[in-house]
């Protein structure tokens, strides 16, 4: 049976833990308001963006580029974000879960041949991966989770040249769409090529209030210079919204620990309490017989 110091001193510890979780969670819901605000500040560019697109597909024109050009698929690259700290729960760990499930899936479609490249973004991703051995390729990201918009936007721009360059014939992205501080989805979204069936889904809402535009000097043109910031629009956001995922799940985790310590100092408080009502009561019974033999 423990004594009173080795509780009390247990009591401390536990109550200490609850305090830094209390703190820790404080922090990253801190940092989980601040990537919501960065998504809402990310909508008026993409809703011009999708205002344009709107626009050119209600004209009903011929529309060519070469990032909507599909190619018979050998080279698969798969941008997955992950975190680059830990306590978080089982959120780097749901998305490696995921990405194999993708990866399989893109096997049985393009054949057991096609070469996949991972670019995980984070630290604990890119270990994940590197647990996949030989059979992939991996290559290292040039952000991380706490790069500016800037380099996000320079990283989409590699992309797009690896993929126009023929180095992939396919870049998807793997990460933790954001709902709520209790709820995130993992999703994959293809960036490369541009799927021409999305950027109709991307107009569609806008297409009934549109007027008849004219053009300058053409809608092609309009069209192929509308890519590439389509194209940074859907990377800023998967960058943002996996951020914010990743600080909801700390936040979660944070609280569930914090939960988890103030049972366990509310049980050890109670021991503490009955061990030292024990021993006040001992120690009444052993004056209470003394008197008695006097």
Do not use: W
């Not at 040039?142 to 320079?154: D, F, K, N, Y």
Request: proline share 3%.
């Amino acid at each position: 049976m423990a004594t009173l110091r080795e509780l009390k001193g247990r009591i401390t510890s536990v109550a200490s833990t609850e305090k830094i979780t209390g703190a820790m969670k404080m922090i990253s819901s801190a940092k989980m308001h601040k990537y919501e605000q960065a998504l809402k500040r990310l909508v008026p560019f993409r809703s011009q963006i999708q205002t344009v697109i709107s626009h050119l597909l209600a004209a009903d024109g011929e529309y060519t580029s070469p990032l909507i050009e599909e190619r018979e698929v050998k080279r698969i690259a798969y941008v997955v974000y992950g975190s680059d700290d830990g306590l978080c729960g089982a959120y780097n760990n749901n998305i490696y879960k995921g990405l194999l499930e993708y990866v399989e899936a893109s096997r049985e479609k393009y054949g057991k041949d096609v070469q996949i490249t991972f670019i995980p973004v984070g630290k604990k991703m890119a270990k994940a991966v590197a647990r996949m051995g030989k059979s992939v390729d991996v290559q290292k990201a040039p952000i991380h989770t706490r790069s500016t918009q800037g380099e996000v936007a320079e990283f989409a721009e590699s992309l797009k040249t690896a993929f126009l360059s023929g180095v992939y014939d396919l870049v998807e992205v793997v990460y933790m769409h954001y709902y709520s501080v209790s709820r995130q989805r993992l999703r994959k979204e293809q960036i490369l090529p541009v799927s021409y069936e999305a950027l109709v889904a991307e107009g569609s809402s806008e297409v009934n209030k549109n007027a008849p535009c004219l053009f300058e000097p053409d809608g092609n043109s309009i069209f192929n210079s509308v890519l590439p910031l389509y194209i940074l629009a859907m990377m800023q956001a998967q960058f943002t919204e996996n951020n914010a995922s990743e600080q909801a799940a700390r936040v979660m985790a944070m609280q569930s620990a914090s939960d988890n310590a103030k049972t366990l100092l509310e049980g050890l408080q109670l021991e503490y309490n009955k061990l030292r009502q024990q021993g006040i009561t001992t120690e009444l019974l052993d004056i209470v017989g003394g008197q008695v033999e006097r």
